[in-house]
């Protein structure tokens, strides 16, 4: 039986998280089927590729932490900021730590990491990114930043249920594991309530087209975030 997420993780498609992935469907899939995730289910990825791109990826994610740093400084409530804080622990503590581990497996420290150049598809979205949440409201922000939360969380849910990704001997089920995990699982349902309190507060009916419109650039540059590690110099 194919994974889609109606039937196996309904809350993603639910809400104003699940219209906007609906709405954006020829992107997201373009997001969430890449070839670079294919090659990741069955252990197929050249290791040097993997390592470029992660080596991006944790460059991404500390520019993605300083975006969501700002929902705590735009929280109208003590709740939504205690809700980014977490996520903002979480990406710091749980998800960097996985790339710090593939990284020392191969030789590289932190500071080799940090002194590594950003790729063109790294700017482009987290510029993108963190113009959003400078000069949008909090609505704006999540909207901007939920296509890393939520699609991640998807791939690794599908990945971990489809019977043909490899778990014996694939050097990326621990990568897999982590996305498809309790922690990772729980931000993305907590990033996904957030999106409905926030969408009814801040009128997310009124100004649904301009919120597509984020949400899609968003996933549009996921999709090419794949290829981030392809140019890099590591
Ligand atoms: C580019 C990108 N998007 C989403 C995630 C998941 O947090 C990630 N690590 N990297």
């Not at 939504?80 to 979480?90: E, Y």
């Not at 014996?168 to 996305?179: F, K, M, S, V």
Request: a negative charge; glycine letters at 8%.
């Amino acid at each position: 039986m194919t994974w889609t997420a109606e039937r196996h993780w309904p809350v993603l498609a639910q809400g104003l998280a699940g219209r906007l992935r609906r709405d954006s469907a020829g992107d997201w899939d373009r997001f969430i089927h890449h070839p670079f995730v294919r090659s990741l289910a069955d252990g197929t990825l050249p290791e040097e590729e993997f390592r470029r791109f992660l080596v991006q990826d944790y460059l991404y994610l500390i520019q993605y932490a300083r975006a969501y740093a700002l929902a705590i400084y735009k929280g109208a409530t003590l709740e939504d900021m205690r809700s980014a804080s977490a996520i903002v622990t979480g990406l710091l503590d749980t998800e960097l730590a996985l790339h710090i581990a593939y990284c020392a497996s191969w030789g590289l420290t932190e500071a080799d990491m940090q002194g590594q150049p950003e790729s063109l598809e790294l700017l482009a979205y987290t510029r993108f990114i963190l113009d959003r949440a400078q000069t949008g409201d909090l609505l704006d922000l999540i909207v901007t930043l939920a296509p890393c939360l939520i699609g991640y969380g998807e791939i690794g849910a599908r990945l971990h249920a489809d019977p043909a990704t490899r778990r014996e001997g694939n050097p990326y089920w621990p990568w897999i594991a982590l996305y498809s995990g309790e922690k990772f699982t729980g931000f993305v349902e907590a990033g996904i309530r957030t999106l409905d309190t926030l969408g009814a507060r801040y009128g997310a009916d009124a100004r649904y087209p301009m919120l597509l419109s984020e949400f899609r650039t968003s996933v549009r540059l996921e999709a090419a975030f794949w290829l981030a590690g392809q140019s890099g110099p590591l």
